[in-house]
């Protein structure tokens, strides 16, 4: 049997779970769903200090709070792995799962975005062998043994100075001479004696024994030396791309996947809504996901009233 709410969100990180709250508090009947738990990235964070109201706290802490938030005027949260919507006339949108169909007038859509892969030879062998892509994960396995990070965006020099603390060294390697990552992120990094810097270079391979990683090959750019190093893991913090393919039937995206929306988060579809990461926008971050949800949820209330209204 088809369930209908008056909003269904896809995807309960920041984004989401904001946009629940604010819709379900307009008394709207609202239902989350997500294919993993609740929080989204914030759940491979470490430490998160730059949201406001907290000088510092762990990812996953700050996901729970925001869960108790969104569901404490009745939003709902299940498990469900979207994989498409069809728009049925001019106000209904179905919503298939891979269990369950759903029904309903406004669509927010919140499905973030997910790493990219370094696409070098070993990296899908040895994935979760010593390849990881989330420092909170798997740091710990690494305790006391020489690791590599890949990329110099935020990602990589915020969470290579968390594997730090755990590790014996933190060999960064970046592609250019110049990072990315915010100045303050980038200075904890320099001054940091566990992190060393392997400039304009790429990782070319990752090699391991069979069963486990055991070393990078590296090509320097600049200087064409091919060589060898010894690690025990690599992560891999070299960008994300938009979680979008379930809606690539709409007409509603850039053609990297990225979605269009107006400063309402309404896209060219009345009723769909999209917010956060998976948004096409310039600063891709925890602040920027909820003030999107915020927006969202009241315009649903407002995209609703207005239904309304053309029905009276
Ligand atoms: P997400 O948090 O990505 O949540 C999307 C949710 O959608 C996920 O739970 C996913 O399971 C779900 N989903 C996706 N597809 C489907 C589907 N088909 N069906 C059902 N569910 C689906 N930002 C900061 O402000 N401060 C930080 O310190 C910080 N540190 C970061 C560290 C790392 C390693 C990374 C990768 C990012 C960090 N960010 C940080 C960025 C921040 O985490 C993101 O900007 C933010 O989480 C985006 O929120 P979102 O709600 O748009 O999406
Ligand atoms: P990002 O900003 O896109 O950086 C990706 C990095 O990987 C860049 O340095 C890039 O090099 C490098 N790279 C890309 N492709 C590569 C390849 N094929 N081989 C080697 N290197 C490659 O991605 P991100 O660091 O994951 O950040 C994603 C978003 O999350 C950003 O909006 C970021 O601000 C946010 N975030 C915020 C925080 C925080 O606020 N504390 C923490 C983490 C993430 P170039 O520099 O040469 O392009």
Known sequence: MVKKYDVIVIGAGPGGMTAALYASRANLSVLMLDRGIYGGQMNNTAEVENYPGFRSILGPDLAQQMYDSATQFGAQYAYGNVESVTVLDDQSKLIKTDSDEFQTDVLIIATGSQYRKLGVVGEEEYSGR????????????????????VGGGDSAIEEGTYLAQLVSKVNVVHRRDKLRAQKILQDRAFANEKVNFIWDSEVTEIVGDGQKV??????????????ELATDGIFIYVGSEPMSA??????????????????KMQTSIPGIFAIGDVRKKELRQITTAVGDGGIAGQESFNYLEMLKDKQR
């Open 246 to 263: 379930p809606f690539k039937n709409l007409p509603i995206m850039d053609e990297k996947g990225w979605i269009l929306t107006d400063e």
């Open 214 to 227: 055991t070393g990078v090959k590296l090509h320097n750019k600049k200087t064409g030396e091919d060589s």
């Open 130 to 149: 010593g390849v990881s892509y989330c420092a909170v994960c798997d740091g710990a396995f690494f305790k006391d043994k020489p690791v590599v990070v």
